[in-house]
């Protein structure tokens, strides 16, 4: 008859459990399969390594930062034990480290199992916060990751998961709550993010459109420019047209941009605890200067924006860029580069991401955008795109920024406390 207990909320449950002794949960283990998303691989998932579980395993590309990543839930706050299911069929170890929602946590080191069909789980102790968490294992070598079947989650003994939350507490962040002090949240991007130019409709950028989805205490400022690389943005107007003999743009003098110069200052920049969002990788892309970012450059300057802000105690995030409108069939799809730089940058940094690129063109499906007739001056695709397809009317960007926003809340950024 204590099956049939009606109970309202995880203290009354808790409260109970303690009372009759019989609703406490045994410990509980949860499989991720790498190959299920949300979970995320860098590299292919692959299925010609028999032994695996599930439909098939992550192989990395064979660089540093190429991660596998995994979105676990716990059911409290506290420590739980992370079982990695892997194969690594050379005789090096692969060793990687474990981030926990941005943050380094502890290294594994993926020894060799002997064959590539040799699976074997290695065990790690992480402390996770309650709800969502990222897992993400991000090899520290060029070899990459060993081949990555699964992760299991094993969380204490405790009350089971209530099925009937209580109400969230009724405090709000404000400017008088300490715990979510005023701070800004600075935008690093392109035309994608930048505010509209001046007595222009279209392009709106989605970091015109951010600021609704928080309280008072959050200032966003807004310094995306369009037509820009990471490398422009940073160093306007001295990155030359000309190419040097490794294939990047020479910079000269090499001077940081005046945007870039005032978000460093010690009284009119970044400060601690503010945010900083970085979105390039569309113009990057170009094949000639100045525009032109090469993978490892493009790497290097996303950890030299970061480590800008963390050296001001600010939080950097990464986003990987946002996508355009491109149909296969009725399936809209991906169109952007730079994602496995982003990737790797955040690895080596310790910076979370935020897959833009992904949760834009799901966007896009959720929405039904495929197929449709290219014309982008109507209907629901012109409603959000300019005609093009690439820039966003106000209502697309803030669909976007709405997608950005939903990120922070379900990847726990603790940006997240801010939102509305
Ligand atoms: C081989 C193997 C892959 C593995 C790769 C590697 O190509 O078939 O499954 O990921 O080696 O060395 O990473
Ligand atoms: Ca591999």
Redesign the pocket.
């Known amino acids: 008859m204590k099956r049939h207990l009606i109970i309202a909320c995880a203290a009354a449950l808790a409260a109970a459990a303690t009372v009759v002794g019989a609703n406490i949960a045994a410990a509980a283990t949860t499989r991720y399969e790498a190959e299920t998303a949300p979970a995320v691989c860098t590299g292919t998932i692959?299925s010609?390594?028999t032994g695996f579980s599930g439909s098939g395993f992550c192989?990395?590309t064979?660089a540093i930062g190429a991660a596998a990543q995994f979105t676990v839930t716990a059911s409290a706050a506290g420590s739980a034990t992370l079982g990695v299911r892997y194969a690594n069929?050379?005789t090096t170890a692969r060793p990687a480290d474990v981030l926990v929602n941005g943050t380094r946590v502890a290294g594994a080191s993926f020894d060799g199992t002997g064959a590539?069909t040799t699976w074997v789980t290695t065990t790690l102790t992480v402390t996770l916060a309650s709800g969502s968490n990222i897992i993400r294992l991000s090899p520290t070598t060029a070899?990459?990751l060993a081949?990555v079947d699964y992760v299991e989650l094993t969380t204490a003994a405790g009350p089971t998961p209530d099925p009937t939350p209580c109400a969230p507490p009724t405090t709000s962040p404000s400017p008088s709550n300490p715990s979510t002090p005023p701070i800004t949240v600075w935008l690093a991007g392109d035309s994608t993010v930048a505010n509209p130019a001046s007595g222009t409709t279209c392009p709106v950028g989605w970091g015109n459109q951010f600021a609704q989805y928080f309280t008072g205490s959050v200032t966003v400022k807004n310094n995306a420019v369009a037509g820009r690389s990471i490398q422009t943005w940073l160093y306007d107007p001295n990155v030359t047209t000309t190419t040097d003999s490794s294939g990047e743009c020479v910079i000269s003098p090499a001077t940081y941009s005046t945007r870039w110069q005032a978000m460093l200052d010690a009284t009119t920049g970044m400060k601690s605890g503010d945010y900083l969002l970085i979105q390039f990788g569309i113009n990057d892309g170009t094949s000639t200067c100045p525009r032109h970012v090469g993978s490892a450059r493009y790497q290097q300057l996303l950890g030299v924006m970061a480590s800008a802000a963390k050296a001001r105690g600010a939080h950097p995030v990464f986003l990987t860029p946002v996508a355009a409108i491109t149909c296969s069939g009725s399936t809209a799809v991906g169109n952007r580069g730079f994602l496995t730089e982003t990737n790797a940058a955040a690895g080596a940094n310790g910076v979370p991401v935020i897959d833009l690129h992904r949760l834009s063109y799901t966007l896009y499906n959720t929405l039904a955008f495929c197929p449709n007739n290219g014309d982008y001056t109507s209907g629901p695709v012109g409603a959000f795109f300019c005609d093009d397809h690439t820039h966003f009317e106000a209502a697309g960007a803030k669909q976007i920024a709405g997608v950005v926003a939903s990120a922070l809340r379900n990847q726990q950024i603790p940006l997240a406390a801010y939102l509305k």
């Open positions: 692959d010609n390594h192989n990395g064979n069929g050379t590539w070899d990459g081949n």
